[in-house]
């Protein structure tokens, strides 16, 4: 199958960030072929694209999500325990495979929407993911959670690795979707467990292992009071800070820490949103992107940043860090679009294949259109998509050189019925809340 | 006219916050006459509108802005000296009437477009923003700006005042167009001017003062330097402190100064956007509105905080003050809505003729369509718009009982045209620049 798409603005986030005005881009088999600037070349049978002057850029890789929890979106705001009060009880009394996938369908229709072509994501019956994953024609890290809160898909840590296996025996060569093992953090598994993460890990080369680090005050205060240590510390001690490791958060680092994750090669999922929403403080981000650790853009679940697209989060991402650095000067716009895309894909391992629009890469693309009056005028076009763009205004998403939307239509996914079966499902969550409520 | 919308989610923002699930809204003359839940009522000969399920608010009340630097949006983006280096010497260059006109008419269809209704707008040759205002048929305070910087419509303040009594005797009595006079800053005016202008205020009241306050760090040090006082001591000097004063920013307060705001009735525009793009770190919103100062959420300028609608203006308002308290109760999504409406109209001194859905009131309204799938499950409709929302999902916008915009396409302004324009003046701008840059 040839593609051609022509007369467009063409930001190919390359280590040169080359931009290709009135450009082209020719894909083949779903891979790039070739692109450039000026006229196109001639391709006899190709399905040619007049963009008509809208931007093509590399589609957005969100590296850290918790797909399943659009069921929960909204839920519990403003409330400092509603981990413990609301989102853990129900999750054990709703969490199936059903709910997953409904969930799941739900998030990978509003990522399409709003230009996400590669998610991570962690959470149970993750084999459901994958399959949602799949059908939806997205790209994405599925891993299985470990953790000892007695969550919904195992009561043991052996169940929890037995599932892992299952998911790894199922999805191993996908072309798209990538197995992962998932320990949900340092609190929740402990050292044994992370140890035996991280010598499963060894036995499996290539399968991501995606875990929340240095999120939370009382993650500081159980490190401290049972090893004595900070929390990227202790993980240090259990070998699980290794290339391949995906890390959440990373809000509290301090100077040798943030080395420490550089020189052990390991990932950071940023969640400007999800830690602003949450009171946090501001995460160290600009200083891990000069130590050289790669820090992708990431939502968190959307019942902790609500949205799952990166557009909406690429304000705060910035102003965050301008206002961590009481200057107007770190990351700039150009940075951000940078982490949204090339960086998030190097810290999923995935660098190679996707993240910049390059001759040989996986034809993951984005088409936006430019036509709002709030992105004009445009005397910086990085600017412009950070600054006032919208998850709106992503019009066509194409993944390995397959249409998943085009004119705002997802073509993979039947999107009334997707919001049809996730508010059906929420209406039980809203009655369990009520008797929770009643019952305080 | 009559006017029914009927089959609504109406969230009217009064003192109880009441919402009309299947609500109706009569609209007569302009006014609203009626609103309730279940049958409407039967108005022969009225427009009867079925707002299929879509929500009906309050328009939003965006209470600091420059129109006008539309045309320098995204210009000069992370560069800490911008103002020198770009904005003044451009503004000294460029700044005529007609680009104020067509700066500000992109202004006018981006915020409708938005949900913006009132807008208090502090610039140049301002009464060309009074003739955009009334012909985009938004309401709005034009307040014509003083300033010792050599700007580009006045070369001394007795020029400037004179502009200001021509400005006040044109818009006298205008039904949505508000004359008001605008001493740039404490720095910028000094000490004589700004009583000369709180003087010239007792003389001509219902017109309100709009300035910048305690919004940069050498303002702290001006003042410190000059009068051995911080910002709002040394204006509180001049008597310029008093209601009907819109003081923009406030970042830099301590407990006293809070009291001493609350104490002589000044209003504040909050710039989340603006604030955290320059690095500012976070104004005392919180603290502010538990004294009972009201505090609107305003764009800035766009030059500042790029967009001008309120949406995109939400979750960093939320957010900012969340991490400012540590913990997620601070600004709760309802408080965010009641700020972008009701508090915004206090402000610029318009609460008893609009900010909520109440009979009597004017008829400024949205509607906003609610069927995106980022928006769903709604727990909490707050939330929903706070953390979820676009301006892209903003459907109708009325003013006084005139319809503004219906289904995205807005009737006042020619989009095309408006946008044009924009655009060719940019271009000399773009000239400018790049001479700037070279002679550095």
Redesign the interface.
Known sequence: MTVLIANALILTIDQAMTAHENGWIHIEGGVIAALGSGKPPDLPGAEVIDAGGDLIMPGMVNPHCHMAM??F???G????D?LFRYILPIERKFVTPEMVAVGSR?AA??MI??GVTSVADMYYFEAEVGHVIDQSGMRGVVGQTLADFDPPDHKSFDEGFARTNELVGEFAGHPRVTPSIAPHAPYSTGPAVLKRVAKWSEAHPGVPVQMHLAEMATELDWCARNFGLRPVGFADTTGILKPGLVAAHCRYLDRSEIELLAERGVGVAHNA?SN???????APVTALRKAGVPVGIATDGPMS?????LI?QF??V???Q??L??????M??AEVIRMATIEGARVLGLDEKIGTLEVGKQADLIRIDLS???L?????IY??LV??A????VRDVMVSGKWLMRDRQVLTLD?KK??RD??QV?ES??IE?RAIDAAR
């Open positions: 659009t069921l979106r909204g839920l705001e403003d409330v400092d509603r739900l229709l509003e929407l709003g949103r602003g929403k949450a009171g946090r403080g501001i940043g609500n949205t799952l697209d909406s304000a705060p910035s102003m965050f301008k206002t650095g009481g200057s107007r000067r770190p700039p716009a709002a009056p709030r004009h005028p445009i005397y910086d600017s412009a600054f006032a919208t998850p709106s205004d999107r997707v919001v996730a508010l929420a969550f809203r809340i």
